[in-house]
């Protein structure tokens, strides 16, 4: 009897044993399938920022000669920069959101929306005869640090676009 019940305890204390291992081991294969996710996805942004940047560096040049020039800009400055500005405005709008990313979708979104306005503003207010680009500039950066908080909610560290592309 005493045998019948010690292997009964036996076989039960392996059944926990084997059933915890292999929790531990989905749990194991589970992080690893998380990594590689957060790894791509992390590839993914960096892919779309750095896509994000060379669209707007694409045709933003007589805008930064605008907005750097130490002397007075000149009418012709102007209108270069105001065309550039609505230049980058029109091929933002053309970007699509890379399918890794679609959880982010909202967000990049809004980032997109919110440059596009700010470029769409430069161009307007650079038509006018004393144009103020304070609030393209405040459109420009809220993007700027919304794109900074992706960038940490996906484990990377801040990026500035500000730093990329106004130089």
Same mark, same amino acid.
């Given at each position: 009897?005493?045998?019948?019940? =010690?292997?009964?305890? &036996?076989?039960?204390?392996?059944?926990? %044993?084997?059933?915890?291992?292999?929790?531990?081991? $989905?749990?194991?294969?589970?992080?690893? /399938?998380?990594?590689?996710? %957060?790894? @791509?996805?992390?590839?993914?942004?960096?892919?779309?920022?750095? =896509?994000?940047?060379?669209?707007?560096?694409?045709?933003?040049?007589?805008?930064?000669?605008?907005?750097?020039?130490?002397?007075?800009?000149?009418?012709?400055?102007?209108?270069?920069?105001? @065309? &550039?500005?609505?230049?980058?405005?029109?091929?933002?709008?053309? =970007?699509?959101?890379?399918?890794? =990313?679609?959880?982010?979708?909202?967000?990049?979104?809004?980032?997109?929306?919110?440059?596009?306005?700010?470029? *769409?503003?430069?161009? *307007?207010?650079?038509?006018?005869?004393?144009? &103020?680009? $304070?609030?393209?500039?405040?459109?420009?950066? *809220?993007?700027? $640090?919304?794109? %900074?908080?992706?960038?940490?909610?996906? %484990?990377?560290?801040?990026? &500035?676009?500000?730093?990329?592309? /106004?130089?």
């Amino acid at each position: 009897m005493k045998r019948k019940w =010690l292997l009964m305890m &036996s076989v039960i204390f392996l059944q926990i %044993g084997l059933a915890a291992c292999g929790g531990q081991q $989905e749990m194991i294969l589970k992080k690893e /399938n998380n990594t590689v996710d %957060g790894t @791509e996805q992390k590839k993914s942004v960096m892919k779309f920022y750095l =896509l994000l940047v060379q669209t707007i560096n694409r045709a933003d040049a007589s805008l930064n000669d605008f907005e750097l020039t130490e002397s007075a800009p000149t009418l012709e400055m102007k209108v270069k920069a105001s @065309e &550039s500005s609505a230049i980058v405005a029109e091929e933002l709008s053309k =970007l699509e959101i890379p399918e890794l =990313l679609k959880n982010h979708d909202s967000n990049l979104d809004a980032i997109i929306q919110q440059l596009i306005a700010s470029y *769409e503003a430069k161009a *307007e207010e650079l038509r006018k005869e004393e144009p &103020s680009l $304070e609030q393209a500039n405040q459109l420009f950066q *809220e993007a700027n $640090e919304a794109l %900074g908080n992706l960038f940490e909610r996906v %484990g990377l560290n801040r990026a &500035s676009i500000d730093t990329e592309v /106004n130089s």
